[in-house]
């Protein structure tokens, strides 16, 4: 049985930081690209961040140079670390797992910045 399972979530105050995990289960997840993806009331689903098998990192313009995404292979988990939060990065953050047309969701974990 697959399985993502997001956590770290939580409220924070502006400018602070942080960690996301994603703790997958039931498919080898070290051939699959992992996402970090958030959506919110005023957005739709936006991608936050991509790390291949490989290593190879890409992230939304956004988001770029405040969030870190990264992975263990041997744990099975991805990370989102987040730093110098904002209000606007208030959403549901979700984890993605894909390769070919193997396509799995996480159920979100909230993240609030608020004062």
């Known amino acids: 049985q697959v399985q993502l399972v997001e956590s770290g979530g939580g409220l924070v105050q502006p400018g602070g930081s942080l960690r996301l995990s994603c703790s997958a289960s039931?498919?080898?997840?070290?051939?699959?690209?992992m996402s970090w993806y958030r959506q919110s009331e005023e957005r739709e689903r936006e991608r936050v961040a991509t790390?291949?098998?490989?290593?190879?990192?890409n992230y939304a313009d956004s988001m770029e140079g405040r969030f870190t995404i990264s992975r263990d292979n041997g744990k099975n988990t991805v990370y989102l670390q987040m730093n110098s939060l904002k209000p606007e990065d208030t959403a549901v953050y979700f984890c993605?797992?894909?390769?070919?047309?193997?396509?799995?969701w996480g159920q979100g974990t909230q993240v609030t910045v608020s004062s």
């Open positions: 993605k797992a894909k390769a070919g047309f193997n396509e799995y």
């Open positions: 039931g498919f080898s997840f070290r051939y699959y690209d």
């Open positions: 790390m291949s098998p490989g290593g190879r990192t």
